[in-house]
């Protein structure tokens, strides 16, 4: 057997939103239905170099798919080296055998499957005439959020709040106009953006909330995914409370959700609140929306199933067409 390479541009020049929201759908499903294995991911730092390293193994057995990511997170990177602040590298195994199939860049893939998570929650959570969302964030995190929302709910028009350069955030709207038609309006009243809202993405390096609570109009629906330490929060106590509260796994957000750990420590907001996890709202088991005036939040930190999933569709993708260099360890 031989392992397949396979690079960034690689796998740009064919993975869709599209192929990889329906994989992520069916990766919860089964971690739902228990025909999935997600082990705690473990944390290395490497606190000399200001850097974190991140082992994620998972298997879906719907999907065939069993391996790990690697990611890690050097904040002098850019600085020091020239290289990304946050890498990644995803190994596939066959799951019959074990043997390494593919070696992939996990960078542009896991950019992919966070914003496919919230589409996939924007689909069972957001009214179904939702189509004016707002975006906190123009990075690139940002633009595959409005990917995945408009693969799920088709938006007519998307206002865009950051504090990135005016330059930065024309480029970030031109860019998503290009690849999806949706006309961008750069807000620079957050308050305003938020009150116009029917989805609200929220993809920033945020430590403290970026938004007002009380600025939400009934029905509205939220991703939050920006935040994924107990420290740090995009959303305010008051978001927390008046929101119907789906994770992608209770168990992961307890120990990594500042978003929801800060207002369950301070005594203000409970777990027992929290209506359940996307996978079960999936299969049918927990409602994503109990009624259309309802807000709803989808708190994300992350999985390993949705790494492996994207790259278990990649790879199939890639032997059909040919794509990657293949060689034998």
Avoid at 50 to 56: E, I, P, Y
Avoid at 238 to 264: F, H, N, W, Y
Wanted: neutral net charge; contains cysteine; proline residues 5%.
């Amino acid at each position: 057997m031989k392992t397949r390479l396979l690079s960034r541009k690689d796998i740009e020049s064919f993975f869709t939103m599209k192929m990889c929201l329906e994989a992520v759908e069916k990766a919860f499903a089964d971690l739902a239905t228990g025909n999935a294995t997600l082990p705690q991911r473990t944390p290395i730092t490497v606190p000399d170099q200001h850097g974190l390293a991140l082992f994620m193994p998972a298997h879906i057995k719907s999907l065939r798919a069993l391996g790990a990511k690697v990611v890690t997170v050097y904040k002098d990177n850019v600085p020091k080296h020239g290289l990304p602040t946050v890498l990644g590298t995803i190994i596939l195994l066959d799951e019959a055998t074990g043997f390494p199939v593919a070696l992939m860049d996990g960078g542009y893939l896991t950019a992919m499957r966070t914003g496919a998570v919230s589409g996939v929650a924007t689909k069972y959570m957001a009214n179904p005439e939702a189509k004016v969302a707002v975006v906190f964030g123009t990075g690139a995190q940002a633009f595959t959020q409005v990917l995945g929302v408009h693969e799920a709910r088709p938006l007519a028009k998307l206002l865009a709040y950051s504090l990135d350069a005016p330059d930065a955030r024309r480029k970030f709207a031109a860019r998503i106009t290009e690849a999806t038609g949706v006309p961008v309006v750069l807000a620079d009243d957050p308050k305003s953006a938020v009150a116009q809202a029917d989805i609200i993405i929220l993809a920033t390096t945020a430590a403290t909330p970026v938004f007002d609570g009380g600025w939400l109009r009934p029905g509205s629906h939220i991703n939050g995914v920006g935040s994924h330490s107990p420290g740090a929060r995009e959303l305010d106590t008051l978001t927390v409370q008046k929101s119907r509260v789906v994770c992608d796994l209770t168990s992961a957000c307890k120990s990594e959700a500042g978003d929801l750990m800060i207002p369950a420590q301070a005594g203000d907001w409970g777990w027992d609140k929290a209506a359940g996890d996307l996978g079960d709202v999936i299969v049918g088991k927990v409602k994503g929306r109990t009624s259309r005036e309802e807000v709803t939040l989808f708190k994300s930190v992350g999985l390993a199933i949705q790494d492996m999933s994207a790259a278990r569709i990649v790879f199939d993708e890639a032997v059909k067409r040919g794509i990657g260099t293949e060689f034998q360890f």
